[in-house]
């Protein structure tokens, strides 16, 4: 990664992800996305839905619903750590909010800038490896509506950057790096504890 940071490629990629950020958080934007954004963005925010879930495979799947927590679970496990100990502490790249040269370019949303590094998004991780996780375990249950998954996923990741906390190429490694991961454990667990069997 050192060596890529230094080459012409990664001055070109981090001029473009920087344009892009400004596009997102300071031209793009509306009164209505200002007060939308910080309030997605918010992790507790979304905890009744977490439990509301664990509920909902509980009481309808009993010990398959006791796995599937546990997968659940282990999902955001394996999107935070990989973003933050492989990602953010051997890339180290400060947010926007955070960089010297770069902040005054920042409309900031939240109260202050978050702490860490920026690379990867945190957020984008492990929000994707939920949503691909969900999809591929619930895809039995609610057909094509488990696509609303990536949607939720999406806007999680996009308030990263609206609100000035993250780049968009963090957002969109993040979003990586939790498919991939949500895929892994959502594959695992319709193996050996699926709810239903997919539609061929």
Known sequence: MFFLQQSGIWHTLKHFD???FIELNSTHTNSFFDSLMPFLRNGPNWYPLYVFLGAFVLLNFRSRGGWWILFFISTIAITDMTGTYIFKHNVERLRPCADPDFFFHVRLLVDRCSGGYSFVSNHAANHFGMATFLFLTFKPIMKRW??????????????????????????????????LAGMLTGFVFNKRHGFAIFDK
């Open 18 to 20: 920087q344009r892009l």
């Open 146 to 179: 488990s696509w609303i998954f990536f949607l939720w996923a999406a806007l999680i990741a996009y308030a990263q950057v609206y609100v000035g906390v993250h780049y968009p190429f963090d957002v969109l490694s993040g979003a990586i790096i939790g498919i």
